[in-house]
């Protein structure tokens, strides 16, 4: 099984940012962790805090991989064309949040790739990716 994570824009400072809301785990180091967890599944990752190279990744691998667990972060309310490019694409989408975003701003409460996807996680911190893991074995 072939997945690949993509998280979007301020994500690579996870760790760093606001840490009592996204924990103080680099993703890269969490991302470890998963990768040994689940040895048996072919896990790649790509951050970008570029609305087009997401896109772009997008089209790249959504024709060939088994799965995408996309966390778009704030261009999760905001960008149409991510929304647009997960209906495109053939593999399945799982969409992840390390936070509740039910709980904030109420502009968070809108996803554009949330109607694309194949379901939605949020709010259970990094264990989130692991769970969109789990839902595709």
């Known amino acids: 099984m072939k997945l690949i994570i993509i998280n979007g824009p301020n994500l690579n400072l996870l760790g760093k940012r606001e840490p009592e809301l996204y924990g103080s785990k680099t993703f890269e180091d969490f991302f470890s ?5 689940f040895r048996e599944v072919q896990l790649e990752y790509f951050q970008s805090n570029i609305e087009g190279e997401l896109i772009d990744k997008l089209q790249e691998v959504g024709f060939s991989y088994d799965g995408i667990i996309l966390n778009a972060a704030a261009y999760t309310h905001t960008s149409v064309g991510l929304g ?3 209906k495109a694409i053939d593999s399945p989408v799982v969409e992840v949040h390390i936070s509740n975003i ?8 809108e996803s554009h790739i949330s109607a694309g996807a194949r379901g939605v996680i949020f709010g259970f911190g990094l264990q989130g990716y692991e769970l969109a893991v789990r839902s595709f074995l």
Do not use: I, N, Y
């Open 33 to 37: 962790q998963l990768q040994f967890k």
């Open 84 to 86: 647009d490019a997960v």
């Open 102 to 109: 039910a709980s904030r701003e109420p502009f968070r409460h």
